[in-house]
C-alpha cells in the first residue's frame, strides 16, 4: 500500500493505493483524476524538470529553464546533468529550445525567462 497526496487540484487529497489482483485499487479521491493521478505514479511517475542555466552576453547571468512537458521521473537525473553547466549566448527568449529530445526523453528544453543581449567593454557587439 502507498500513500500519496494527489496534486492535480488545490484539494489536495490524501489516496491510498494498492496493487490487488493484478489491479491498481485507489481510495481516498473526491474525484476521478485523483484515481487517474494514484495510477499514474504507480505505473509511469513524471515530472516537469524545472532548473537554470548559465548565459553569456546577457542582462542576466542565468536563464530559468523546463522541459517543455512531463518526462519520465526516471529521466529527471539525466535531464538535470545535460543542463548542468551549459552555457547559453543571449538573446533568448520564452519557449526558445536549448536542448532538443532532452536525455531521450522526446522533450526539449525551453528558456522560461526573456534575456537580452549586452556587450561588455571588452567586446565590439
Same mark, same amino acid.
Given at each position: ?30 474525484? @476521478? ?11 509511469? @511517475? ?25 518526462? @519520465? ?53
Amino acid at each position: 500500500m502507498i500513500e500519496y497526496t494527489c496534486i492535480l487540484c488545490p484539494r489536495g487529497c490524501r489516496l491510498t493505493a494498492e496493487k490487488k489482483q493484478g489491479e491498481i485499487a485507489v481510495s481516498g479521491n473526491a474525484c @476521478p483524476r485523483g484515481e487517474q493521478y494514484a495510477v499514474s505514479e504507480m505505473t509511469n @511517475p513524471m515530472r516537469t524538470v524545472t532548473t537554470s542555466v548559465y548565459v553569456t552576453e546577457g542582462d542576466e547571468a542565468m536563464v530559468s529553464v523546463k522541459t517543455s512537458a512531463a518526462v @519520465p521521473k526516471a529521466k529527471v537525473e539525466e535531464v538535470l546533468k545535460q543542463a548542468a553547466g551549459m552555457r547559453v549566448k543571449a538573446p533568448l527568449e520564452i519557449g526558445d529550445i536549448l536542448i532538443e529530445n532532452v536525455a531521450g526523453t522526446g522533450e526539449n528544453l525551453v528558456a522560461t525567462r526573456k534575456v537580452i543581449r549586452i556587450c561588455s567593454e571588452r567586446k565590439n557587439c
